[in-house]
């Protein structure tokens, strides 16, 4: 049997498939027995029991790449990397989805396929737009004036770990939740509805991204764990301080969150995407987008003199849990920490240590 082999169930449906073969077959269940029996080499007509149907299921799963013959099966074959270290998941999940279609209609007419989206069901929220006025803290819409030039903007933007235990201004910490995560346009999209234009680039200009900003040090905002409202440009307060020990601990200790000013947990709600892309290939898109809008994020924050550090390791149950997210469709995707940084004489963050010239030989 071709190492590696999935073998996945969808309601009375078998299913195989496999990163090394490039079709996903279904089965019978007396085909799904016969290829997990031959995961050590045996006696073809021992595995088929003599039995014509078998033998020509096999024969199928032998020209397939699902099996092989005695002879044709190379005992040294590895996993290749990325994959050995990545694990055979990754590798399946990257094969599954190449050469993945754009948009199309049952005749591969695409505007057959945008036509066909009010059969999708219902079109989901391009925001979360839940919590009472009342309870909303509302940021001010007088922006931060960014005078530093694009080049230098470009030349400075570094990871910073390292913060003075300054505040952050309001006006400038409203100011980079609007740029990053607000939208700065609308736009008329049709059978899509009306859609946000943010700065950062979203595959469909689907923007599933949300914000969640746990604040510790900036003037105005009490200390707490907040939901950004894009829309209303507000913070949806969604529970008390967090101490920056804790948030350290949930990004497994990474000494970014230490003294930041505040921080920001983005989450992505799913099924703006999937509504209009089903294809699994759109999960890879939606990560992009997160790459898109962290650098936003950081490219800003050095606009406004401030420093960001970025990650995507962290606690996921953890943080859903800290960020009370209620819906399956939504999950972390990104940490951001942000903060008046701390500089060496030349700019550059603290632990930025320049390559040493070479010793003469």
Not at 90 to 96: D, L, N, V, Y
Not at 181 to 188: A, E, H, I, Q, S
Not at 274 to 301: C, D, E
Request: net charge negative; glycine share 8%.
């Amino acid at each position: 049997m071709v190492n590696p082999v999935f073998l996945s169930l969808s309601g009375a449906d078998i299913f195989a498939s496999s990163p090394r073969v490039e079709k996903r077959v279904r089965l019978h269940p007396k085909v799904a027995d016969l290829l997990v029996s031959a995961r050590e080499p045996v006696d073809f007509e021992a595995l088929t029991s003599g039995d014509p149907a078998l033998q020509g299921a096999a024969r199928n799963l032998i020209d397939l790449g699902f099996l092989a013959e005695a002879g044709d099966v190379d005992s040294s074959e590895e996993i290749p990397s990325p994959w050995r270290e990545w694990g055979n998941v990754a590798w399946q999940f990257h094969t599954s989805i190449r050469n993945a279609p754009f948009v199309r209609g049952k005749q591969g007419d695409i505007p057959e396929y945008y036509a066909g989206l009010a059969e999708r069901g219902e079109k989901p929220a391009n925001s979360k737009a839940y919590g009472r006025e009342e309870e909303m803290v509302f940021l001010p819409r007088v922006w931060t004036d960014m005078n530093t030039s694009f080049k230098s903007v470009l030349e400075g933007r570094r990871t910073h770990r390292d913060f003075s235990d300054a505040p952050i201004e309001l006006d400038t910490f409203s100011s980079l939740l609007h740029y990053t995560f607000g939208p700065l346009r609308f736009v008329d999209a049709g059978t899509l509805g009306v859609l946000q234009l943010r700065a950062s680039a979203s595959g469909g200009a689907r923007h599933e991204a949300e914000a969640y900003p746990v604040v510790f040090n900036v003037r105005g905002v009490q200390p707490g764990v907040y939901r950004y409202d894009a829309i209303r440009h507000g913070l949806v307060p969604l529970g008390d301080a967090v101490p920056p020990e804790e948030i350290e601990r949930l990004i497994h200790h990474q000494t970014i969150a230490r003294n930041a000013a505040f921080c920001v947990f983005t989450t992505a709600v799913a099924s703006r995407m999937s509504w209009k892309y089903p294809h699994p290939r759109a999960y890879k898109i939606l990560l992009h987008n997160v790459g898109h809008l962290s650098q936003v994020f950081a490219m800003t924050a050095e606009a406004l003199g401030l420093g960001a550090a970025l990650t995507g390791a962290f606690r996921d149950d953890e943080v859903e849990d800290l960020c009370a997210l209620d819906q399956a469709d939504e999950f972390p995707t990104f940490f951001m920490a942000c903060g008046v940084p701390l500089r060496q004489d030349d700019g550059m963050p603290l632990r930025y240590n320049a390559p040493a010239r070479p010793s003469p030989q």
